[in-house]
């Protein structure tokens, strides 16, 4: 399967744990993109890497939230000290240069309790 | 601000007939607006797109109309089918080569048989 992977599928986590996503983008993808999505609403755009650069973090929610991308690679977006209210999917989505189609993956699940 | 919004946030249609997902937009300044769907516990999918300075592009049973008067977008599913049955997000790519898609809310499309 050459699509966007994400890893884990769930997450369950305490409130106050740190939790790490993984994002493996398509391997030609230089864009790559973190989104947050709750239940019946669209994808919230978080943070976007063009190869390693961060070039846009202004929307991630709060400093608990952060996202590497070392190698321009893959990619990991953590959250520190998690609140019930960081229960959501976390998408990543990559996509090619001067191309508008996104390819998403399957998504994280994160539950806080 | 900018915001992509929808109508109506759920469509229930008999298999066979046409299906119309309507979206309002307002950020004018807007290269491409991008149609997705999204099937339970997947990631968004890529449908068609269709660039600021086009009012109409066709694809496989989709077609998408773009009204920059009145800033509407709409998606026209052709003889739609169970598999159709998902939720539909009309996104906005940004301006300025900023390729950041941001989502509108969502519609869900029902098909019966």
């Known amino acids: 399967d050459t699509g966007v992977s994400q890893d884990p599928r769930h997450k369950i986590t305490k409130r106050g744990q740190n939790v790490t996503f993984r994002c493996d983008p398509i391997?030609?993808?230089?864009?790559l993109y973190w989104y947050r999505q709750t239940l019946g609403q669209g994808p919230e755009f978080l943070t976007y890497?063009?190869?390693?650069?961060?070039?846009?973090k202004s929307r991630l929610l709060s400093d608990r939230f952060s996202a590497e991308r070392p190698k321009g690679s893959f990619s990991t977006l953590e959250i520190q000290r998690t609140e019930q209210g960081d229960s959501a999917m976390y998408l990543c989505?990559?996509?090619?240069?001067?191309?508008?189609?996104?390819?998403f993956g399957q998504g994280t699940r994160l539950t806080v309790v | 601000g900018e915001s992509v919004g929808l109508h109506l946030p759920t469509l229930s249609v008999q298999e066979g007939d046409n299906s119309i997902i309507n979206c309002a937009y307002s950020?004018?300044?807007?290269?491409?607006f991008i149609w997705y769907k999204q099937e339970s516990g997947k990631g968004p999918q890529f449908i068609i797109d269709?660039?600021?300075?086009?009012d109409k592009r066709q694809g496989q049973r989709v077609t998408v109309l773009l009204n920059k008067t009145v800033k509407h977008l709409s998606l026209q599913i052709a003889a739609t089918q169970p598999g159709d049955s998902a939720v539909y997000f009309c996104?906005?790519?940004?301006?300025?080569?900023?390729?950041?898609?941001?989502f509108g809310r969502g519609t869900s499309l029902i098909v019966h048989p």
């Open positions: 989505a990559s996509l090619s240069m001067g191309s508008t189609e996104a390819f």
């Open positions: 391997s030609e993808h230089n864009r």
């Open positions: 890497f063009q190869n390693e650069a961060q070039l846009e």
């Open positions: 950020n004018s300044a807007s290269d491409y």
């Open positions: 269709i660039r600021s300075n086009m």
């Open positions: 996104a906005e790519n940004g301006a300025g080569g900023s390729y950041i898609p941001t």
